[in-house]
């Protein structure tokens, strides 16, 4: 697929920072790369997949905005297999934005989000395994989840999947045969066979592959994991406990915590992403009431449910309604207050 427009981004996070890089993809990047960069070097043209250390110039100004790195990737040897530029700059965010809007002045238009990674899709650079493994790299929480991105980005995953499309079409090859001869006796020997085929072999493949992707999205995600309870548990005090950090503000004023806090761990390799929730109880106050809302919403979404109980006060409905809640997800009992007498009794327990 040809594109006729060319993109352009900062393609490294937003802050302050030794380099950031902007990304130019597209039928004039060399042409903007011409008028915008001044190599050190006296050089007749720039060479395809090599550094050039230069100034970035304002071209309608005349002024030098930083020194940088310049690399022009010819197409099709690139990422986009697009003409491809890439400017190595100081980071900071009046530089990097500056940068920017000279080259977006020169012809370019601002890529929007994975545009990059949708034109390496459209261009037949990957395939949308591989598009979606570029995304499990970057947002990889764990060592496992970075090997299994980076498993499918080699195409592994497409082999697994263009295996399986070649044994189901030999079955429908076969099935096919069975239905334009059902008088053939080898014909309906074939249609107990592909029944059995079937049982046997494609669909625990294909259970075999959601187990896998589902496995994988909890190494590259983590486990979504939600920590409820009644107000003033210790559910703050919890979540600050086990990331090592005063993230959640714990007062003992009951709607201290209206918002989902969430914050990531790796306990023995695992991810799990932490959310602090509002307490559960039966509220006047509107903020807090919309932040009861969203806990229920995201207590549904969850694959793990850190219920927390104060061990020092007795069971109480508002429990007994949240335990009901949890009764379906994968759930933990967190006792709070060790340190106090406990007022709970044994059959609150069982």
Not at 39 to 63: A, T, V
Not at 79 to 97: A, F, K
Not at 116 to 128: H, K, P, Q
Not at 199 to 206: A, C, G, N, Q, W
Request: aromatic share 4%; glycine share 6%; hydrophobic share 40%.
């Amino acid at each position: 697929m040809k594109n006729e427009d060319t993109i352009a981004a900062i393609s490294t996070p937003m802050g302050q920072a030794g380099i950031g890089i902007i990304r130019i993809s597209g039928p004039r990047s060399l042409a903007i790369a011409k008028r915008i960069f001044k190599p050190k070097r006296n050089i007749q043209s720039l060479e395809s997949h090599r550094l050039y250390l230069g100034m970035i110039l304002d071209p309608d100004k005349g002024e030098i905005v930083d020194e940088a790195l310049l690399s022009y990737m010819q197409a099709p040897h690139t990422y986009t297999r697009e003409d491809v530029v890439e400017i190595n700059s100081h980071s900071g965010y009046l530089v990097l934005s500056k940068i920017l809007e000279i080259v977006l002045s020169q012809g370019a238009r601002p890529a929007n989000p994975g545009e990059f990674t949708l034109r390496a899709f459209l261009n037949v650079r990957i395939d949308l395994t591989q598009a979606e493994a570029v995304v499990d790299l970057i947002n990889a929480r764990s060592e496992r989840g970075l090997y299994l991105a980076s498993q499918q980005l080699k195409g592994r995953f497409k082999e697994e999947i263009g295996d399986l499309k070649d044994r189901i079409g030999d079955i429908l090859a076969q099935l096919e045969v069975a239905i334009d001869f059902p008088d053939e006796d080898d014909a309906i020997i074939s249609r107990h066979a592909l029944s059995e085929q079937m049982e046997k072999d494609i669909i625990p493949s294909i259970e075999d592959l959601i187990r896998m992707h589902r496995q994988k999205r909890i190494w590259i995600e983590g486990i979504s994991t939600i920590i409820v309870g009644r107000v003033n548990v210790g559910k703050s005090s919890l979540l600050n406990r086990l990331i090592d950090e005063e993230r959640a503000i714990v007062t003992p004023i009951p709607g201290t915590t209206r918002d989902i806090i969430e914050s990531s761990i790796l306990i023995n390799g695992i991810p799990l992403r932490l959310m602090d929730t509002a307490g559960l109880r039966d509220v006047r106050d509107e903020v807090e009431r919309i932040g009861i809302s969203l806990t229920t919403r995201k207590l549904k979404e969850a694959d793990l449910v850190l219920m927390v109980i104060d061990q020092n006060r007795p069971i109480s409905r508002e429990d007994l309604d949240i335990i009901e809640m949890c009764k379906e997800k994968p759930s933990m009992l967190v006792l709070n207050k060790l340190d106090l007498p406990s007022a709970l009794k044994q059959e609150d327990m069982d």
